[in-house]
């Protein structure tokens, strides 16, 4: 399940990115660029990440996340600093601005999170890959296999994991506006099935937030 920010949030990032892009050197050679960059229109933040689902399986877990976005209580957002997922996934933080409250342990963003996990196990599902359970959005991937960055390889791999990180060492002070969260899209994804070998998405169903 993911969250789609406005237009005006993504256009101000973009502004961001651009300017940070001259961070990475010019490709040289003939063969593909050592990133692959995740088109606006393509950008959105993981809540939930859940493993395949038979076709007829879907249909109970949108209504258990529905019920989820029914008790949402307000969510106000921003996108803040960022960082690298094993060395091959560079990515924009999210920040919750809900003010904080010292009788409530987590905010609304970690609150619905977890209810979107307990969900999806109640629908039959899991939520994989321990480290989507940072709410983030995905800026860009290294294409093929990727080195730690840190070591003596210079290979392709090595070289696309050094920009990834010095990318999100100069994205670390970037803020954004911040939004109040209307709805939640549950997301149809399929890896390398997009242009250019990247994923491809496809809303199956929008959630509307009525807490």
């Known amino acids: 399940m993911?969250?789609?920010?406005?237009?005006?949030?993504?256009?101000?990032?973009?502004?961001?990115?651009?300017?940070?892009?001259?961070?990475?050197?010019l490709e040289t050679?003939?063969?593909?660029?050592?990133?692959r960059w995740v088109p606006e229109e393509l950008r959105h933040i993981t809540v939930a990440f859940f493993g395949e689902r038979p076709a007829g399986a879907v249909e109970e877990l949108?209504?258990?996340?529905?019920?989820?976005?029914?008790?949402?209580?307000?969510?106000?957002?921003?996108?803040?600093?960022?960082?690298?997922?094993?060395?091959?996934?560079?990515w924009a933080g999210v920040q919750d601005l809900a003010p904080a409250a010292h009788s409530r342990r987590n905010g609304p963003l970690t609150d619905l999170?977890?209810?979107?996990?307990?969900?999806?196990?109640a629908a039959g599902s899991t939520v994989e890959r321990p480290e989507r359970r940072r709410a983030h959005l995905t800026l860009a991937r290294a294409r093929g296999?990727?080195?730690?960055?840190?070591?003596?390889?210079?290979?392709?791999?090595?070289?696309?994991?050094?920009?990834l990180h010095r990318l999100a060492e100069a994205l670390a002070v970037y803020e954004g506006?911040?939004?109040?969260?209307?709805?939640a899209q549950l997301m149809l994804s399929e890896l390398g099935a997009g242009p250019g070998g990247g994923p491809r998405h496809e809303t199956l169903a929008r959630l509307p937030r009525g807490g």
Do not use: I, K
């Open 113 to 121: 999170m977890a209810a979107c996990e307990r969900a999806g196990r």
């Open 2 to 25: 993911s969250l789609t920010p406005p237009p005006e949030v993504l256009d101000h990032l973009d502004n961001a990115l651009e300017s940070v892009r001259a961070l990475v050197p």
């Open 145 to 163: 296999r990727a080195g730690n960055g840190r070591g003596r390889h210079r290979g392709p791999g090595a070289d696309a994991a050094e920009q």
């Open 177 to 183: 506006p911040p939004w109040s969260v209307d709805e």
């Open 29 to 35: 050679g003939h063969g593909p660029p050592a990133l």
């Open 62 to 90: 949108r209504d258990a996340l529905g019920v989820v976005m029914e008790e949402c209580p307000p969510l106000e957002l921003r996108l803040r600093g960022a960082g690298v997922f094993s060395s091959r996934t560079l």
